[in-house]
């Protein structure tokens, strides 16, 4: 069984658009991320959710959105779409506290803005 | 200030031989932890190996280990016995202690591992 998934894993569309992704997590884990890499393999957090709470916001512009139906999900929508915004988009989950506690990774989706 | 610094933009390795990718990190927190992580061309996310700030003696995972150096702030991967499969993009990650609140992971640059048959 796949532990994190996300969908779609290719998403091709247009500037101004507003499209979404969606991550589920089946390890039971308290915390959920979104990460964005860039071309340049730079990876950098954007959200994060533990028990449903919104606990940071990376300087991400707010025409980005996490939300989270339950703690097995976090969804991103992404409004009005810019081309700077084509990136692959990482979702993952880890057990909230200190420890090695890693995070579980998605296998990310490739987000192509024309 | 950059958090994590990998210095090594990318690696070439004999199969069969070792390779050490550098990992030098910047911190005030005393609770914090280490991890590496590799990316194969495929895309995926792997977890590689973790250290504690606490931890007296370093990780070890198969051919994976961790030269944690803390008065140097160094957290240096070494791979024994290169194999064609480790080539890939290598990251090393730092999350802060329970202060930083979200215990997210902030990424070096990254390292691109060649292993040559």
């Known amino acids: 069984d796949t532990a994190v998934s996300q969908t779609p894993k290719y998403l091709v569309t247009q500037m101004g658009n507003d499209k979404s992704i969606k991550c589920e997590q089946n390890l039971g884990h308290d915390t959920m991320y979104w990460y964005k890499q860039d071309s340049k393999k730079f990876l950098k957090i954007m959200f994060s959710y533990n028990n449903k709470e919104l606990i940071i916001n990376e300087t991400v512009p707010n025409r980005f959105s996490p939300k989270s139906p339950d703690k097995a999900h976090l969804n991103l929508h992404i409004n009005s779409l810019e081309l700077g915004d084509s990136a692959v988009y990482f979702c993952?989950?880890?057990?909230?506290?200190?420890?090695?506690?890693?995070?579980?990774f998605g296998p990310g989706t490739r987000l192509t803005v024309l | 200030a950059q958090k994590i610094t990998q210095t090594q933009p990318g690696m070439f390795v004999q199969e069969k031989e070792a390779v050490t990718l550098d990992c030098t990190y910047d911190?005030?927190?005393?609770?914090?932890?280490l991890f590496w992580y590799k990316q194969p061309s495929s895309g995926e996310m792997i977890f590689l190996i973790y250290q504690g700030s606490y931890d007296q003696q370093n990780a070890t995972e198969g051919r994976y280990s961790l030269n944690f150096q803390k008065a140097r702030k160094s957290a240096n991967l070494v791979i024994s016995a290169s194999q064609l499969g480790d080539s890939a993009m290598y990251f090393c990650a730092m999350r802060e202690g329970p202060g930083a609140g979200s215990y997210q992971l902030t990424f070096g640059k990254g390292t691109k591992l060649s292993v040559i048959p």
């Open positions: 993952a989950s880890s057990p909230r506290g200190p420890g090695r506690n890693e995070q579980f």
């Open positions: 911190t005030s927190d005393p609770s914090y932890g």
